[in-house]
């Protein structure tokens, strides 16, 4: 069974810096692309970033490009989201999402909560 | 970048009733759509992927079609637990985009 865990979420101030990550497991993962999605309280879906299997391919949402850099750990079966000069807009619950192989997002985690405020 | 038109963003329906969502792409991309659903407080949960193949589990009375640039959910007679929140997805390019969210309420 696929399970991704994220942790890493918090209160921070704006203009900090915040590092999440995601623990997988139930699947090889090094085989697939991984993704990040957020979604602000209330508020719809949003995709943030994504890196497939070689680190080579990466894309970020226009609203995070420059601030956030997603990275994985292969060995270690982790996914990473490094995410600076973060603003109030930021604010959301932040998923890990498995890709299904085909370049849609077929597992999600539980996600965990971002707040940026002073 | 592609943008995906969701629409209705809301609507109100009732049991048994036959729905269709719809998404439009901003330029083609070809089959690589999903769709999901959300309810209050859950992780979304994917329904249908390459635009109208049914995600295992999900039963037959939600189905997609489409292609290029316009895309349709239907869902063929509504069940109560149907009652949730409907988003599209184009992953046909970096950056992918969702669609702005269907709300589906009891009438």
């Known amino acids: 069974e696929v399970q991704l865990v994220e942790s890493g979420g918090g209160l921070v101030q704006p203009g900090r810096s915040l590092k999440l990550s995601c623990a997988a497991s139930g699947f090889t993962f090094d085989n697939y692309a991984m993704h990040w999605v957020r979604q602000a309280p209330g508020k719809g879906l949003e995709w943030v970033s994504g890196?497939?299997?070689?680190?080579?391919?990466?894309g970020y949402a226009d609203s995070v490009k420059g601030r956030f850099t997603i990275s994985r750990d292969n060995a270690k079966n982790s996914l990473y989201l490094q995410m600076d000069s973060l603003r109030a807009e930021d604010t959301a619950f932040y998923y890990c999402?498995?890709?299904?192989?085909?370049?849609?997002?077929?597992?999600w985690g539980q996600g965990t909560l971002v707040t940026v405020s002073s | 970048d592609i943008q995906m038109t969701q629409s209705p963003s809301a609507m109100s329906a009732s049991v048994g009733d036959r729905v269709t969502i719809t998404c439009r792409a901003s330029?083609?991309?070809?089959?690589?759509l999903a769709w999901f659903q959300q309810k209050p407080g859950k992780v979304p949960k994917r329904l249908i992927y390459?635009?109208?193949s049914l995600q295992s589990g999900v039963p037959s009375r939600f189905s997609g079609s489409g292609s290029g640039t316009e895309f349709t959910l239907t869902i063929s007679s509504l069940q109560p637990e149907d009652f949730a929140t409907y988003y599209c997805?184009?992953?046909?390019?970096?950056?992918?985009?969702f669609g702005q969210g269907t709300k589906l309420e009891i009438k």
């Open positions: 330029q083609g991309i070809a089959n690589y």
């Open positions: 997805l184009q992953h046909n390019s970096y950056p992918y985009t």
């Open positions: 390459a635009a109208s």
């Open positions: 890196m497939r299997w070689h680190i080579g391919s990466i």
């Open positions: 999402v498995k890709d299904s192989g085909a370049g849609d997002l077929e597992s």
